[in-house]
Nanobody
Framework: QVQLVESGGGLVQAGGSLRLSCAAS????????MGWFRQAPGKVREFVAA????????YYADSVKGRFTISRDNAPNTRYLQMNNLRPEDTAVYYC???????????????????WGQGTQVTVSS
């Protein structure tokens, strides 16, 4: 069982930046990837970015490529989503989630992620 806790959401003006964190606990030895998804009001949840747990290989949705960066820093079980040049259309609840072993080549489908955080609100004003 893996527990995920997101933090770092908030209100920012268009063009601004936010950094989301996702801390994992409860046994991450079988984690394959960590992903970020978002859900705007009235819309389906969509893939944003993902990072392989050990190798650090990154994946991005076209809508955020060049503006968002998913990374791992010094904290061993925490991954980050740096969001720059934010737009009003980035407004959503952002969720982190993890895939577990065995290997799955699909990184953008939410049904392949087993554990989910509670979500953090990001609001971008125009």
């Amino acid at each position: 069982q893996v527990q995920l806790v997101e933090s770092g959401g908030g209100l920012v003006q268009a063009g601004g930046s936010l950094r989301l964190s996702c801390a994992a606990s409860g046994g991450t030895f079988s984690t394959l990837r960590m992903g970020w998804f978002r859900q705007a009001p009235g819309k389906v949840r969509e893939f944003v970015a993902a990072i392989s747990w050990n190798a650090g290989i990154t994946y991005y949705a076209d809508s955020v490529k060049g503006r968002f960066t998913i990374s791992r820093d010094n904290a061993p079980n925490t991954r980050y989503l740096q969001m720059n040049n934010l737009r009003p259309e980035d407004t959503a609840v952002y969720y982190c989630a993890v895939q577990v072993q065995p290997y799955n080549p699909i990184y953008s489908r939410e049904s392949t992620y087993r554990y989910w955080g509670q979500g953090t609100q990001v609001t971008v004003s125009s």
